[in-house]
């Protein structure tokens, strides 16, 4: 069905610190709209307040019609010990809620409770909306279109990373929701992930709210953008695709800008003129007190005159002033300021695989052939699942070979960024996870370089494993600056990464002096990056273009 979804006046925050306030937005059948924002704006607070998933703070949340399913897709898929992909889809689908809430109807209806006709033919049309019919032959048909090559009674939690990512993808796929709230869709998807997710958001009749910080994305997708600028502490709203919105609101930062100096600077020349006045007219009152003995009546009545016109004009001027209309500052935005420590220079060759194969159940890499040598920048790219994160742990001599030879070159020191960002995960504090891979940096100088990269005192005290994936990316790049390395390894580096901080670790990038090798689905990174090698991963083999 045709819906709409109506926020009134809403507001979010966590204990005194206000992340949106006053934010107004409907969702009408066929919008797009893209939330943008940096890490911790709110942006995922947002579309769990938008699912009814989190209490309202403040304002009214309205759906029109109200019997109108929301489905909202989380980032990171949460994979449920003991659930089998095919549950999953159906969790994620909404349909196996729905059945559930079929079923009690029915019983209900069998039992001749009151009110149960409507009961049941609500829940009956809620199934039927969602796709519960025809679910496990949809599903069976979509795994295979997106190359899931597995049991649907199999248990998530067997899946390879690249496997659960092309389930989240189908769950996506198979969803019949009248409102769809997508946040960090495009996370962990290959190229080919990425066309079919772009072309199913685009051909949507339903209102969709995605968070993306893949710009491609956003730029191919959306029709309007929603900012929430928390530095600013302000909500703004954009029509027209994302490449609009990022010439739009460059023209009104310029604009605010130059407004607040013409303000601050009409205030300032005032300000200047009404002292000047002032002390004009303190001059006269006292050469008028100095000469009060003076017997001139005429130079006396001159110097009163003059005195009072100082006066009225410092008067006048000051009226001038209280009716300017006041422009606030805009705020100076806090910006990353990334770089990356570069260790002493490692040999003439850093990493090599000679004849290497690893065999992991079905799947089998190699073999592989494989020398990086000092400052080759490598760009290694690959379907799901093709054995990219697999040859990258190989080369790092950190799974052990079924043939073949594999090693480091002297004096290498590795800085990595993995795709679970997997060093800050634990229950331990955040400044103690981290202060343990930097031993020699002193607790206050953790605190400096973890502020550097947006994670303050609110931050480094809570476990590692309730920051955000955004957050985490944060902290791992934050290592990366706090000890030198020569062999930089980026796993899918900007994924849950919002979008300034992604322009800061390509500006580091690109003045990175060791050696790269660098793993990602991101096309205008892949665009940008200065590359000397591009590796492909296709089914386990390994080829260089």
Known sequence: MSATLIAKDLAAGHGDRVLFADLELVVAPGDVIGVVGVNGAGKSTLLRTLAGRQPLEHGTLALNPPSATV?????????????TVREFLGRRTGVTAAQAELDAATEALTDGA??????????????LGLGGADLDERAEQVAAELG??????????????????RAGLASLLLSRYDIFLLDEPTNDLDLAGLDRLEEFVTGLRAGTVLVSHDREFLTRTVTRVLELDLHQQQVRQYGGGYAAYLEEREVARRHARADYEEYADTRASLEARARSQRAWMEKGVKNARRKATDNDKIGRKFRAEATEKQAAKARQTERLIERLEVVEEPRKEWQLKMEIAAAPRAGAIVAALRGAVVRRGDFTLGPVDLQVDWADRVVITGANGSGKSTLLAALLGRLPLDAGHASLGPGVVVGEVDQARGLFVGGQPLLDAFGAAVPELAPADVRTLLAKFGLRAAHVLRPADSLSPGERTRAALALLQGRGVNLLVLDEPTNHLDLPAIEQLESALESYPGTLLLVTHDRRMLETLRAT?????????????
């Open 533 to 545: 090698r591009h590796v492909r991963v296709d089914g386990g083999r390994v080829t260089e273009s």
């Open 114 to 127: 009151a009110g149960a006709d409507d009961r049941y033919a609500t829940a009956l049309e809620r199934w």
């Open 71 to 83: 489905g909202h897709l989380p980032q990171e898929p949460d994979r449920r010990p003991g659930e």
């Open 148 to 165: 899931l090559a597995v049991d649907l009674a199999q248990p998530m939690t067997a899946l390879s990373g690249g496997q659960a990512a």
